[in-house]
């Protein structure tokens, strides 16, 4: 019996219907989350659940009929730039300053476990007989770097290494790491605050989102204020941009510079009228995070992945077997064992293995759950958004001049 024939072998969306796509996408991780307890149960986001099931489906249209969707995701990257601002509206200096120590602490173990991660890689490919140089781009350059840090580096490794195929094994590998970094930090985080009998201490607000029981009153003078302050936060962020590349030579990413322009913002605006804690930033935060990735996951194209299915499974088992026992057993007890470092711990999976809105998205389904954790949403995003992707390079570097 043969297949049946299609006239079109492709879809291609536009920006408004990519987008009517991503919320229909959400309310399908909606769904998901109310019909399977497991996915609420071991915090798995609701865009990762709709996503990953949208994906799959679209991997099958393609490889029993040859069909494809394309989509135009230029809105991704703007609810990227909004969600980062969100971030840093919603961060005092205060609690920055608070977390000092933690910050530090964070910051070295996340420089550690780049080398580990790196290290990793190679010794996974070495029984394939895979060039040592996939080892890297399969370690902390599409995990913790993530897509952008892949596309940078490939050529590089192209022209320089002559590793040929350098993008799409990095495309492939951190559209994976997007995938699992969603899927098993819930658990573990989970199974941390189980095991440990944790809780929140913290009667603030819920950063991103608000609690699944919860059905605040969202007013029109909150939502116009809000807007004002995104408005301004990004203006901010696309000043400290170009200040940047023109006086220090330093090409800063649109929603780093932006996660830095909401912070300053709310942090010389007089307290009764800043927009820290409130509830508005907070559901429209959750709003561009949950398009942003149901945007991100449901363009994954799984069929790429066929031709190097064996090297790359081997890879990523490797990779987040080793997140989680560094997580749980040096990420966690590092940062004290408290419902605050099982957050962190929850944020740092994501970070390490797909990218810092995946850390968010984890700690948001937990919050959801457990309660608040505002020292998670101030340290995680600035050390994954903005610290690790500088100390990233310069540790490609040093793992080059030792195996290059």
Not at 54 to 61: A, M, P, Q, R, Y
Not at 90 to 111: C, D, H, M, N
Not at 214 to 221: C, E, R, T
Not at 320 to 334: D, G, H
């Amino acid at each position: 019996m043969a297949w049946p024939q299609w006239e079109v072998d492709e879809m291609e969306l536009d920006s408004r219907q990519t987008i009517i796509m991503a919320i229909l996408v959400l309310y399908l991780g909606r769904f998901l989350d109310g019909k399977f307890g497991f996915l609420r149960k071991f915090n798995i986001p609701e865009s990762v659940a709709g996503g990953i099931a949208v994906s799959v489906f679209l991997g099958l249209l393609h490889l029993f009929f040859g069909f494809e969707f394309i989509f135009s995701l230029y809105f991704r990257d703007v609810l990227l730039v909004i969600f980062f601002t969100t971030i840093g509206l919603s961060t005092k200096w205060q609690t920055l300053v608070k977390g000092g120590r933690l910050f530090v602490i964070v910051t070295f173990l996340a420089v550690i476990f780049l080398f580990l991660q790196n290290f990793i890689g190679i010794v996974a490919l070495l029984p394939f007989g895979i060039d040592a140089h996939y080892g890297l781009i399969g370690g902390s350059i599409a995990l913790s770097g993530g897509h952008g840090t892949t596309i940078a580096w490939a050529p590089i490794f192209v022209e320089k290494y002559g590793a040929a195929k350098a993008m799409e094994f990095g495309i492939i590998v951190a559209t994976l790491g997007l995938i699992f970094g969603g899927i098993v930090a819930g658990p573990v985080c989970n199974w941390l605050i189980k095991r440990h009998k944790l809780s929140s201490d913290s009667d603030a607000p819920i950063t991103i989102g608000i609690k699944h029981s919860s059905k605040p009153a969202v007013d029109v003078d909150s939502m116009l204020k809000i807007t004002l302050f995104i408005a301004l936060g990004i203006g901010l962020g696309i000043y400290i941009q170009d200040v940047a590349t023109s006086y220090f030579d330093v090409n800063l990413p649109l929603f780093v510079s932006s996660l830095l322009g909401g912070m300053l913002l709310t942090n010389i605006t007089p307290q009764q009228k800043c927009p820290e804690g409130s509830l508005t930033l907070a559901m429209i935060s959750d709003i561009s995070l949950g398009i942003f990735l149901a945007m991100s996951l449901m363009s994954v194209k799984l069929w790429e992945i066929a031709d190097a299915i064996l090297p790359i499974t081997v890879l990523m088992i490797l990779q987040i077997m080793t997140i989680v026992l560094f997580a749980v057993f040096v990420f966690f007890r590092a940062l004290g064992k408290n419902y605050d470092a099982a957050v962190m711990s929850a944020g740092y999976i994501g970070m390490a293995l797909g990218a810092t809105p995946v850390a968010l998205a984890n700690m948001t389904a937990i919050s959801k759950k457990y309660g608040p954790s505002p020292i998670a949403f101030v340290l995680i995003p600035v050390v994954g958004a903005f610290f690790i992707n500088f100390v990233n390079a310069l540790v490609i570097e040093v793992m080059l001049r030792i195996f290059g």
